[in-house]
């Protein structure tokens, strides 16, 4: 008796076995067959391409523009999952299991696809794909407008495979973005001026391919810096003005060789500043227009150091020679030269100053700001 009852129960776990061996294989097989099914492109016509929608939304800015934080929305048709029930893929290996688009970032020096932070929407027979990308875009500058530059950053998407026969890529709105409730521009020093959309198609070898160009047009607050360079540099020079008109007797002398002393030190100091700041937003950058101002000014604070000394030069020495007529006639016209200079001092060097403040700010509103 208990011969027979294992028996039964060997028969019955072998029947088991190969049954469940039998369904494993029979969804590897439905899984295969799915997966392979929902690999291929969609298409509800064979002879019209996908179209594929597709909008950018920008998450964050870093610093120097070297890195760019950004969603990509993609979003298709696929009459394969109409008739199925709503469902949602995410992770990192939803590419293994249903079709997304080939889509890339042309000319980035580096791009990564966050692979956690992707998902995968069904709706009925509409298909949205949504996903984190961080890039180094294409940004080209104006670096000789510094502080009043302009930066502009380009995006290039196009599909690495499928030409325009197989997928018709296109912008849907709003297409590109710089949400409000994302990180603000002005913590990096600019401020946004403008979002531009274009789209183009490119030959290559023997298929055309379509490029989507979103251009983010980004122009730098220039406040601070009038603050922290421009009005020192300004009030500074105004300042060694006053060396001409201290007291021109020797009790004088020290107090306006002090003032030209300071005065260029404090200058040299805001040069040394100014190229701080200009270093920190670019590394290798060129001659600007703060640069112009600042090293103008030194010129001018200079120019009012050195007509003091001429004007010492010229200054009656107390020392009495053996004929005093010839002494007196001497130290009368070093007077009277010594009174020239510090008058053209007092006139000429605020006319000129004022002319090229004028000329400045005047080329600097029509031709850049």
């Not at 009459?79 to 199925?84: A, N, T």
Request: with cysteine; glycine share 2%.
């Amino acid at each position: 008796m208990m011969l027979m009852l294992v028996a039964m129960m060997s028969h019955a776990r072998e029947t088991t076995e190969s049954e469940l061996d039998a369904v494993y294989v029979a969804s590897r097989f439905t899984h295969r067959q799915f997966i392979r099914d929902n690999m291929q492109i969609p298409r509800s016509n064979s002879s019209h391409p996908l179209k594929l929608n597709y909008r950018i939304q920008i998450e964050s800015i870093h610093e120097n523009f070297q890195k760019m934080d950004l969603y990509t929305i993609e979003s298709w048709v696929d009459e394969r999952f109409r008739d199925k029930t709503p469902f949602t893929l995410s992770g990192p290996r939803i590419d293994q299991l249903a079709w997304i688009p080939d889509t890339y970032f042309l000319l980035a020096d580096e791009e990564l696809f966050h692979q956690q932070a992707q998902s995968l929407k069904f709706n009925g027979s509409a298909v949205l794909l949504d996903r984190k990308v961080s890039i180094s875009p294409s940004c080209t500058t104006e670096m000789w407008k510094f502080p009043f530059d302009r930066v502009k950053c380009k995006l290039r998407i196009s599909t690495y495979g499928n030409n325009n026969e197989s997928v018709e890529l296109k912008w849907a709105e709003p297409k590109l973005e710089f949400p409000v409730h994302y990180q603000s521009l002005p913590e990096l020093g600019f401020n946004l001026d403008k979002l531009d959309t274009t789209n183009y198609s490119v030959r290559y070898r023997r298929d055309d391919f379509m490029v989507l160009e979103g251009s983010i047009h980004i122009r730098r607050l220039w406040f601070i810096y009038l603050m922290h360079s421009y009005i020192p540099a300004t009030l500074v020079v105004v300042l060694s003005w006053s060396i001409s008109w201290i007291n021109q007797s020797l009790a004088g002398l020290p107090a306006r060789a002090c003032m030209g002393l300071t005065c260029v030190l404090s200058i040299l100091t805001l040069c040394r500043h100014q190229k701080s700041a200009a270093q920190n937003a670019y590394s290798g950058r060129k001659f600007s227009v703060l640069d112009l101002y600042v090293w103008i000014s030194f010129i001018f604070v200079c120019a009012a150091t050195f007509l003091f000394a001429v004007s010492d030069f010229l200054r009656p020495r107390p020392e009495k020679a053996e004929d005093d007529t010839k002494s007196e006639s001497v130290d009368e016209y070093r007077m009277q030269n010594n009174e020239k200079v510090d008058v053209i001092t007092r006139i000429l060097l605020p006319c000129s100053f004022m002319t090229f403040f004028m000329l400045y700010w005047v080329f600097l509103y029509i031709i850049i700001i």
